[in-house]
Each structure stands twice: as structure tokens, then as C-alpha cells.
């Protein structure tokens, strides 16, 4: 079993969402879905009176966001940043309820925040995405798991999980989808496990 951590508006996880369903489906093997919060935070607008510091930070998101943007388009993908990131943890939280079809759920989670906008902190927005997704999540599992989470995210990040997207094969830990290749060759030699 694979493990992915992902937050549904990183940009990141967007993007290693196919290639890390492809890669399992070619091995064979099942990805555990894990939530964790990522930090996207707005890109201020520039300002004449900025300092370097500043500058330069808003450079690099703005060329992070170019590269995103860059590898989206040439896979086909549609990706609409915002303004305003916002936050996704009611739909974070939902991984951690019983699903019946998580995978389906994902796939929807990412489309509504990338090409529709919906505000993934939105209890009803996630339940919305739960039951198209033939999820049916009750009020109260998702209330707990929600309430739940702050202190989850703590437990992941004592765990060494400090950025999206993740990966978890066995006792090994991976940052970013550039790790794919290497993931495949460990499945290919048999190694398994999960978080």
C-alpha cells in the first residue's frame, strides 16, 4: 500500500494525482489517501515600496505558480489559481471517515477546487462532493473527524509529514512526484507497507 498525503489546493498534489494512480494501478497496489494542511498563502500584489525580502518572495511564488501552470497545460489539466488560496480542511477531513470510494472523491475534491472554485472549507460544498462521489458521509462523522483534525495534522507532522504531496512506501518517506520512478522501482522489488 501507497501512501500519498495531499491537500486538495496544493498545487502539487493536483499535479501527482494521475501519474500516482497510474503508477498503482501499473504495480498492482492500493493508495491509502492521507489528509494534511498544507501552507498556500496569496501572492501580495507588487508594491513600489516593497523590500528586497519582499521582492524576492513574491518572484519565487510567482515563478512557482508559472512552473505549476507550465506542467498543468502540458498535461491537459486545467488549474485556476486564485487570489486567495483559502483553506480545505472540512474537505481534508472527510479522508478521514470511512469512504467507500475514495479515490472518486479525490478526483472530485481536486476538480472543484481547481476548475470550479468551490470552497472546500464548506461543510455542505464537502458533503455535496461526498454523496456525488457515492460517499455518504453523516453529519456527525465528518463534525468529529473535522474536530479531529488540528490534532491529526499535529500527530503527521511529528511523524516527519511537513509538505503536499507525500509519499509513504514502507518505513520509507519521499517528497514530491519527481520520486515516481523511484516509488516504482521499490514496488517492482516487492517493498509494501503504509503509514
Request: hydrophobic residues 40%; charged residues 30%.
Given at each position: 500500500m501507497l501512501s500519498l498525503f495531499i491537500d486538495f489546493k496544493c498545487p502539487a498534489s493536483y499535479l501527482a494525482l494521475d501519474p500516482?494512480?497510474?503508477?498503482?494501478?501499473?504495480?498492482?497496489?492500493?493508495?491509502?489517501?492521507?489528509?494534511?494542511?498544507?501552507?498556500?498563502?496569496?501572492?501580495?500584489?507588487?508594491?513600489?515600496?516593497?523590500?528586497?525580502?519582499?521582492?524576492?518572495?513574491?518572484?519565487?511564488?510567482?515563478?512557482?505558480?508559472?512552473?505549476h501552470s507550465k506542467y498543468a497545460g502540458l498535461r491537459g489539466l486545467e488549474m485556476?489559481?486564485?487570489?486567495?488560496?483559502?483553506?480545505?480542511?472540512?474537505?481534508?477531513?472527510?479522508?478521514?471517515?470511512?469512504?467507500?470510494?475514495?479515490?472518486?472523491?479525490?478526483?472530485?475534491?481536486?476538480?472543484?477546487?481547481?476548475?470550479?472554485g468551490a470552497d472546500l472549507n464548506d461543510a455542505q460544498t464537502v458533503f455535496s462532493l461526498l454523496e456525488e462521489t457515492g460517499n455518504p458521509v453523516g453529519q456527525g462523522e465528518l463534525a468529529a473527524a473535522r474536530a479531529g483534525f488540528d490534532g491529526y495534522q499535529t500527530e503527521m507532522e511529528e511523524a516527519g509529514i511537513f509538505i503536499t504531496p507525500t509519499y509513504r512506501l514502507a518505513d520509507q518517506t519521499f517528497v514530491g512526484r519527481e520520486h515516481l520512478p523511484l516509488i516504482g522501482r521499490l514496488l517492482e522489488q516487492g517493498v509494501a507497507g503504509e503509514v
Open positions: 500516482t494512480v497510474a503508477l498503482a494501478a501499473r504495480h498492482g497496489t492500493g493508495i491509502s489517501w492521507q489528509a494534511f494542511r498544507s501552507r498556500q498563502e496569496a501572492i501580495p500584489a507588487e508594491r513600489a515600496d516593497e523590500t528586497r525580502g519582499e521582492t524576492h518572495r513574491r518572484v519565487r511564488a510567482l515563478q512557482r505558480r508559472a512552473t485556476a489559481f486564485r487570489a486567495d488560496p483559502g483553506e480545505s480542511d472540512a474537505a481534508l477531513s472527510a479522508l478521514n471517515c470511512h469512504l467507500a470510494d475514495p479515490l472518486a472523491y479525490v478526483r472530485r475534491a481536486f476538480r472543484a477546487y481547481w476548475m470550479e
